[in-house]
């Protein structure tokens, strides 16, 4: 029954015109951390989303814009978020292990 | 190069178990011996952080020293769970002696330092240091481990350890 539900409230998003967007309460987009990695490693918002990192990893990590417009720190087996106010392409990585790259493009809502 | 003079001392420490003896199988260090290693390489480069944070002003150097206890200590503190949950009892050997004899050395050395000269033989030595312990999990201690779950943290400890010569190399860039 709740399946059922969830579908149906997806069909009716789908066919909302792309004006309504904003109308709408502002889309979480999930970047896992697991094994030193972002994943995806590369995600497109819209301004005004909300981009969370779910740390899986027994370790402290940071996703910190190299062009530091942004840095968030992610303790170990926690979440963090932050709204992506500024349209652009957004490389980051960890402070603490800088083999660990992503990026984000922000595009106009 | 200053950056790699202790290198060499840290590479034949941590080659022993596999040059001594006659041949490489027969020698390959075992899953007790290689918990031993992972372990006392952790453990030195919290001791070397811990000594950054009493000597160190720099806000760089103290923010690396800081990830470094935080990270290896978790690290090991993995290690520990799991080799209480195989029943292994990690064993010393000659590598781990050699690699404690070779940072009793380094931190002499850094002791006697202070201020700049302090903060970029530190990060030298950290750079130099990972680059080594990597090279040894990469060669030796994953391909040599027999059990899955002490080879699956290995090789997350490399991941962790790659990320801190990364983070190393750009401390030692800044303080140019």
Redesign the interface.
Known sequence: MRLAFGLAIGLVSLQLPAGARSALAETLVQVKITDLAFSPPEITVHAGDKVEWVNDDFLDHTATATGQDWDVDIAANKSASLQMTKTGTFEYFCRVHPNMTGKIIVVPK | MKIFKQAPALIAALLLVTTAGTGYAADKPTDPQIAHIAYTAGDLDIKAAKLALEKSKNKSVRAFAD?MV??HQ??ND?ALALVKKLGVTPEDNDTSKGLVKQAEGKRAELEKLSGDAFDKAYAQNEVAYHKTVNGALETTLIPSSSNGELKSLLQ?GL??F???E??AE?MVKELK
Do not use: I, M, N, P
């Open positions: 990830d935080r990270d978790s690290v993995k997350t991941k962790v790659q990320g801190h990364k983070h750009g």
